[in-house]
Structure formats: C-alpha cells, structure tokens
C-alpha cells in the first residue's frame, strides 16, 4: 500500500499536467483521485502499477471494466455527451441510494 503512496506523491508532485486520462479534465483536488488500470485485471491487464494511471473517481466508476481505448472509443465517437449524462446518472444514484463512488 505504500508503494501506491509513494507513486502517487510522485506522480502529482511532478508538476505535469494532471489531466485524467478518461474525460481529458484537469484533476485539481488529490482527493478526487483514483488508481484505474487501463486494461482491467479482469481482462487479463497486469496488477502492476505499469498498467495504472491516475483518472477522476467518477470517471473510473463509469469505466468500469472497459478498456482505456474501449471507452474513449464510445466516449467520444459513439455519444459525445455520453460521459455527462452518464456522471449525472451516477450522482443520481449516489443522492437516491446513498452510494460513494
């Protein structure tokens, strides 16, 4: 665990631009930060910290199991306004059910 500390200090400390590799936004708060591996373990992607990034913890929720390409692919090609309405459905369902991304 602290290994993943200690990347993400680095990894935010380098003053580089902390954009989130799913909605392309900057991330400002480390708080609403989250470890996403681009290809999911679940689709055979090495646990590893080679295959994480840094995304916003709402974007990762509606990733879920998509490849990093997969949903940039419907992201952007598929529905352009698919990532707002899918970050309002989920703030819906966090306000209906309680839930914490």
């Known amino acids: ?3 993943i500390r200690e990347w993400v200090a680095d990894i935010w400390g380098e003053g580089c631009n902390k954009y989130c590799e799913i909605c392309f936004e900057i991330m400002t708060d480390i708080g609403d930060v989250s470890l996403d591996h681009k290809t999911p373990t679940s689709r055979n ?3 590893g910290l080679e ?4 995304v ?3 974007c ?3 990733k879920g199991d998509f490849t ?3 949903i940039r692919y419907l992201l952007e090609c598929v529905n352009p306004d698919a990532l707002a309405i899918l970050k309002n459905r989920l703030k819906r369902s966090t306000l209906i059910y309680g839930r914490k991304y």
Request: net charge negative; proline share 5%; aromatic share 0%.
């Open 1 to 3: 665990m602290s290994e």
């Open 51 to 54: 295959n994480c990034h840094l």
């Open 68 to 70: 990093l390409e997969e």
């Open 60 to 62: 990762n929720q509606i």
């Open 56 to 58: 916003h913890k709402e």
């Open 45 to 47: 992607g090495k646990p």
